[in-house]
């Protein structure tokens, strides 16, 4: 489609004697269009759809109605976003890889060129979910855990190194480097793109969409960029424009100085409690005001990278002085630091402290009043102070047990403990959240090196863990002498990857996990990450804390969270003294100077100056060639996925949904975890058989999240979360249900599926609220459908979950505002009928449709939301759409 320059945007940047093609935001002129006071993130968009304009998909009345925002208004303007880039980890971006080989064949299938299925866009993977901290608490731990890692995935690994050379512009960070976002802030984000288009070289907002919900990271250095699914991400690859309707923005403004003893995790647990409580779910949330200036470019990213758990798209800073600071320390070009300035500066994306853009809400926070604080048992938006930490948990504790005083004794390196509910069982420094932040990495050194002077030890019942975001972390650590003191606590380096925070946490001390079962403890992790959802860190863990890496080290030395961190000892000293925590906690002037001393621009020079190249295992693999992938039938992680069997040229038509049954009936909160957790592979679960069958020995099961390739195991993993309650099978918990084709007996969600596909019954999922919140995982929505599940019907949804369901072809319904399940009576025994969807084969979406179970109706809204996710879903799925626009291009 040729571009078109309806307000003659297209002008020229100079920059120290270089030339640049840039489409000027003052530009667009107009009665009602006021660009000046629109929010930073609505101006990179407004650049984005100058850019693009092609009188198409991207009209001048699409520029005038972002222009002329009405920040009051409900969002109901469908705009197409193009992102710079496209973000991927290893777990979400294998199955990425593996769609669009198999949609290459698909494409020679219908008589295409296969070749047209290649990344459009610029596409980054960083490996980083696959390391298990199998090993810990030793010296070699590192070096053993990642021979694991490499045992576990060669298939994957080779797999990966097939798609880096068999598609264009699609790079490969190796294992071992760095978490994703961390890598993405610290090397491959650029704020200000460049790239030659049709001649040019064009500068414009670095922006990105990536398949981690934790993308948003890249926010804080003025980068608009968020998670969306696999799904999504691999139409942005073929270069679909990103379907959205102009949001609203959240104003967040912060002003004042964080107080002595509280950390940058401290203010994020804070502002995710305030912004969840007060909804802005699918808003872009913006931060500014004067407090933005004095926030260093760590914290921000701290910030961004809870998006998700506060339930916005973003959570985003313009770019001032900080972020030109930081892109400086981080080994970034002289010359693109010029263009950074220069750039945001002339299209006014340069953050003014006294400014007030146009909000269509407005939040403000001064940071002098946060406290040190957890979050948890469960969710990251339940904030506890610490201050109150031990009754807080006292009182969780009833919804676990019904015998608040059980402990058991336990023997470890020959000497007799007691443990009991409330027993720290994992202390882990981890997640590209905090890692990537010196000020609480450098506090948690610090913490452990004067608890170390003082005698203290952890608990020995406490398996103590550190992954950093990347070696930068490391050479730090070494530079400043801390890591011999980190060492000493147990906190030895197992990884640079995700860790326990996706559930890689590894088997907990076998003595330790043998009595929490035996007696049925609820034990609990800390961990300084940003999920802490019920069975995701580690299934013999049922209470998990999110807190900051110096909160971590604490509770490793406590040992328990049913204590008072503020007034109980953590130990005795030498003389045998008491040692609580403020004689160890670090003054921020400590935390300061270490930084100064120990942290270089060189550090980041180095660190990333090969960064795609890969170790010598790495670059070892035996790498297979060839523009289409050589399938194994025997392979247990990589197999070709069935959405294009039989596929038509055309779409067939929409039909109503009769005779379904109800697969699932949830609860609220039910997480993308819940639907397809991503952690261990219990043994007698349908892939767990699976994989015995196939001749995987349990050891070698690894977890859900590395075998996302195969859609054997995954189906198979699709609601089988240990923590899930299924309400049609009450008193179960577990990836159960009842099976109506078999008189309604209680059975694996599988197997009952399987029994409904064979008796051609469909199926629908009823549940609550927030459903689909957490991880932006496209397995959630691919299990859901290959299960036989046409629709859910839930009281909200997760913004990326709702999406990817369309892009898999299952229906978003919408109990009628004020209704639920128990109100209409429903229990989920009743037989479904869903009439009005037809209505899609006519160009037009239902705002409604109607819902008959068993004499219960009512009309339930339809969460097809914009025009294109419509398109979507009258092709059976966003790939479909794709592959046939393709075809025909």
């Known amino acids: 489609m040729a571009s078109q320059d309806s307000f003659g945007a297209k002008s020229t940047l100079d920059v120290d004697g270089k030339s640049y093609e840039i489409f000027r935001l003052a530009a667009v002129t107009g009665e009602g269009l006021d660009v000046e006071s629109l929010p930073f993130s609505l101006k990179v968009l407004l650049e984005n759809l100058l850019r693009t304009e092609d009188g198409a998909d991207i009209t001048a009345d699409d520029i005038r109605a972002l222009a002329g925002w009405d920040a009051e208004a409900e969002p109901d303007k469908e705009i197409q976003f193009t992102p710079a880039r496209v973000l991927m980890q290893d777990f979400t971006g294998v199955p990425c890889v593996v769609d669009l080989a198999t949609m290459r064949e698909a494409m020679a299938d219908l008589g295409g060129d296969p070749a047209k299925i290649n990344p459009l866009a610029p596409a980054e993977m960083v490996i980083d979910h696959s390391v298990i901290a199998d090993v810990f608490g030793t010296a070699d731990a590192f070096e053993r855990n990642v021979e694991i890692e490499y045992e576990r995935n060669r298939e994957r690994y080779q797999f990966l190194r097939w798609g880096q050379g068999a598609f264009d512009d699609f790079k490969v960070v190796p294992p071992g480097t760095g978490i994703v976002h961390q890598v993405n802030i610290e090397h491959l984000a650029r704020t200000i793109f460049t790239r030659e288009v049709d001649g040019e070289l064009q500068a414009y907002p670095d922006t990105c969409v990536g398949t981690d919900s934790h993308t948003t990271m890249v926010n804080g250095i003025g980068v608009v960029g968020w998670g969306v699914g696999g799904i999504e991400a691999e139409a942005a690859m073929l270069g ?377 295992q790495w670059q070892a693999l035996p790498t297979p060639e060839g523009k289409t992938f050589a399938w194994d039938p025997e392979s247990t992680y990589v197999r070709k996925p069935p959405y294009f069997d039989g596929m038509p040229d055309e779409p067939e038509a929409v039909t109503d949904i009769e005779g379904a049954r109800v697969l699932l009936k949830l609860g609220d909160s039910v997480t993308t975890d819940h639907i397809s957790p991503a952690g261990a592979i219990k043994k007698d679960s349908p892939a767990g058989h699976y994989l015995a069958e196939h001749g995987v020995g349990q050891r070698d099961f690894n977890s859900y999240g590395s075998r996302r390739g195969n859609h054997e195991v995954m189906i198979r993993g699709t609601f089988a979360n240990i923590r899930l309650r299924n309400q049609l099978a009450p008193g179960t918990e577990g990836g159960v249900t009842r099976d109506f084709t078999a008189g309604g007996e209680v059975t694996s969600v599988f197997e009952a599926a399987e029994h409904y596909v064979v008796a051609g019954t469909p199926l629908v999922v009823l549940s609550g609220k927030e459903y689909g919140s957490g991880s932006s995982r496209d397995w959630a929505a691919k299990g859901t459908a290959l299960l036989g599940v046409k629709a859910v019907i839930a009281e909200s949804y997760e913004r990326i979950h709702r999406s990817n369901l369309i892009g898999m072809g299952v229906l978003p319904l919408q109990y009628p505002a004020g209704e639920n399940a128990e109100s209409l009576g429903l229990t989920g025994e009743e037989t479904f009928t869903i009439t009005g969807v037809t209505e899609l084969n006519e160009g037009r979406t239902p705002k409604t449709v109607k819902v008959k179970a068993d004499g219960v109706e009512f009309d339930a809204v339809v969460r097809i939301d914009t025009p294109g996710e419509a398109n979507y879903y009258r092709n059976g799925g966003i790939m479909h759409y794709v592959l046939r626009n393709l075809r025909k291009a």
């Open 240 to 616: 679909q424009p990103v379907s959205m309707l102009i949001p609203r923005v959240v104003g967040f403004k912060l002003s004042g100085d964080l107080p002595d003893g509280a950390t940058a995790t401290d203010l994020v647990l804070t502002i995710t409690e305030m912004l969840r409580k007060h909804g802005v779910v699918g808003k872009f949330v913006e931060f500014y005001g004067p407090g933005v200036s004095v926030l260093p470019l760590a914290n921000r990213a701290t910030i961004g990278n809870m998006s998700p758990e506060f339930g916005s798209t973003i959570a985003v800073f313009p770019i001032d002085q900080q972020t030109i600071d930081y892109l400086r320390l981080t080994g970034r070009s002289e010359e693109q630091l010029a263009l950074v300035e220069a750039y945001s500066q002339e299209q006014g994306l340069w953050h003014d402290p006294e400014a007030e853009p146009r909000f269509s809400e407005k939040l403000e926070l001064d940071m002098s009043t946060v406290v040190p604080s957890l979050a948890g048992p469960k969710r990251p938006q339940d904030r506890v102070e610490v201050a109150t930490a031990g009754p807080a948990f006292v009182e969780a504790l009833k919804d676990y047990t019904d015998n608040p005083d059980a402990t058991v004794e336990i023997e470890l390196d020959g000497a007799k403990h007691t443990i009991g509910h409330g027993a720290v069982t994992i202390a882990a420094i981890t997640s590209c959240t905090n890692t990537s932040n010196p000020s609480v990495m450098i506090g948690a050194g610090l913490l452990a090196k004067k608890a170390i002077e003082k005698g203290l030890q952890r608990k020995p019942w406490v398996k103590t863990t550190l992954a950093p975001g990347s070696k930068v972390v490391s050479d730090y650590y070494e530079k400043s002498g801390l890591t011999p003191y980190l060492d000493k606590l147990g906190f030895n380096l197992v990884g640079y990857g995700c860790t326990t925070c996706i559930g890689n946490s590894g088997p907990l001390i076998p003595e330790v996990s043998a009595a929490v079962n035996e007696a049925d403890l609820a034990v609990t992790s800390v961990l300084s990450g940003n999920r802490n959802f019920e069975g995701r860190i580690n299934p013999d863990i049922k209470m998990n804390y999110l807190a900051s890496p110096p909160l971590v080290v604490a509770y490793a030395l406590a040992g328990s969270m049913n204590v008072d961190l503020f007034n109980d000892p953590l130990g005795q000293d030498q003389d045998g003294n008491d040692v609580f925590l403020k004689d160890i906690w670090p003054t921020p002037t400590e935390v300061e100077e270490v930084i100064a001393t120990a942290i270089t621009s060189e550090m980041f020079g180095n660190g990333y100056a090969d960064v795609f190249a890969g170790d010598a």
